[in-house]
């Protein structure tokens, strides 16, 4: 059977942030998939939902039950599609992906498809490097998600890069067992495929899944007197810890509910 590949996402935008790389890089939107869909937030700008569906992009009002929901609607438009290489990735990620790391990025689905044995889930984690350029709260707090989701799987994994790869029967799998509300989805996606083969399970690691989202605050980080300031200010705050240390634990909480008892093959 050929290859049918697709994109799915997540859009909220309410800045049109978004909007300025997605029309630069439309073109090899275009040509990387056959088929792609966005789940957008109510909220997101108009601009960034015209630069959507001038790059082919199907785009939606997602689901109000939160991102979860969203992220199962978009896989599930593509899988609909017929698709069976379906990269999930939210979509500031992958704009940032293709500007910084370009050839790591469509070089990535061939990767994928000629491991062996075929896998049906692939986990896009970060390299040590990648990783370590996110602002300080994230990494302990995805650190935290990370140990947790390692010892569920008895290997070394990253979950938490909001980017994803999942094969047709590895989407028919997820979709019909996922229920989660939140990020936790996660967790609970590869906890589904695991559960069912082990085997078919794969961590990639990956340089382009840096940290994404200074790139589309230029003006906010000079204001601040640059990067390191702008990322102090925007995410050492208690709001944040306590935001991201509450996903953490929704997270693995939901990898231990899919497993059942926490004991994996």
Known sequence: MPLTRALATTVHDPDARLAELLLKHADNLRGAYMHAAAAVT????????????SAGIEAFVGDSAGIGASRRLAVATVADKGANSIHYCDLDRWLHWRESWPQEL???????????????????????RAFG???????????????GVSAAFRR????????????????????????E???????????????????????????????????????????AGGRDEWI??????????????GLASATVAAVVRVLGTGETA
């Open 42 to 53: 109510a909220r997101t700008s108009g601009k960034t939902l015209d630069a959507l569906r």
């Open 106 to 128: 469509s070089g990535l689905l061939a990767r994928l498809e000629k491991s062996r044995p075929a896998p049906m889930y692939a986990c896009l984690g970060r390299t040590t």
């Open 133 to 147: 350029t996110h602002p300080k709260v994230q990494v302990a707090c995805e650190d935290a998600t990370n140990r």
């Open 156 to 179: 070394r994994s990253d979950v938490t890069a909001g980017s994803a790869w999942l094969s047709a029967d590895g989407a028919r799998l997820v979709l019909s067992r996922s229920v």
């Open 181 to 223: 509300s939140s990020n936790a989805t996660d967790g609970e996606w590869p906890a589904i495929a695991w559960l069912h083969d082990p085997r078919r399970v794969l961590q990639t690691w990956c340089e382009g899944l840096e940290f994404e989202t200074a790139t589309f605050h230029s003006a906010e980080v000079e204001a």
């Open 232 to 245: 102090r200010a925007t995410y050492d705050t208690p709001a944040s810890w306590a935001h991201r240390l």
